[in-house]
């Protein structure tokens, strides 16, 4: 073997002839971006939501004349879905950290798995301490049990199809491994 013919199976390993073509079409592929634009959308319509929330929570839904227990749960749980959003979005955004594009994969489904179990929870969290600091220095009416049902009804769609929308990327990645081989 001589070098020309050394340096072209060199160029050549590793490159079967359509493994090319779908590798840059995965690093390039407008969906996935797509999906990372609608991650940012999002979480900055979310963060907006939480500043004002947070802002104003004490005057404009009297803050001060709620238990301090409610006020600090509220805190909390806002922070604590913000940054659950945050770590969506890094676990999102991080694709390919490795030269293995195999083990990127499976490293980001991991890491998928574990943001969608961290979101779910913030978001069920979040929504319990909104129902405890509106309710606190509330009296149980009929009519208020039946906001309050309705409330918790429109929080269980949302985790359900906020499930959908995290299952669907996992989907998405572990058909990408099934096309690669892996």
């Known amino acids: 073997m001589d070098l020309q013919e050394m340096k072209a199976s060199w160029q050549q390993a590793g490159t079967a002839p359509g493994n090319k073509l779908r590798m840059e079409g995965f690093l390039h592929n407008k969906k996935h971006l797509t999906v990372i634009w609608k991650v940012k959308l999002k979480l900055l319509v ?71 179990v961290f979101s779910l929870t913030a978001m069920l969290l979040f929504s319990l301490t909104l129902l405890l600091f509106f309710m606190s220095a509330v009296a149980l009416t009929p009519q208020k049990l039946f906001l309050m049902a309705g409330f918790q009804t429109f929080v269980l769609v949302q985790v359900y199809l906020s499930g959908n929308m995290w299952n669907s990327r996992i989907r998405q990645i572990r058909q990408l491994l099934h096309e690669l081989g892996e």
């Open 46 to 116: 979310e963060a907006v939501f939480m500043v004002l929330l947070l802002l104003f929570f004490y005057d404009i839904f009297d803050g001060d004349q709620k238990p301090v227990y409610a006020n600090v749960a509220l805190v909390t749980g806002t922070m604590f879905y913000f940054c659950s959003n945050m770590l969506g979005y890094f676990a999102i955004r991080q694709v390919a950290e490795e030269q293995d594009i195999c083990h990127s994969l499976k490293r980001l489904l991991q890491k998928l798995m574990r943001a969608k």
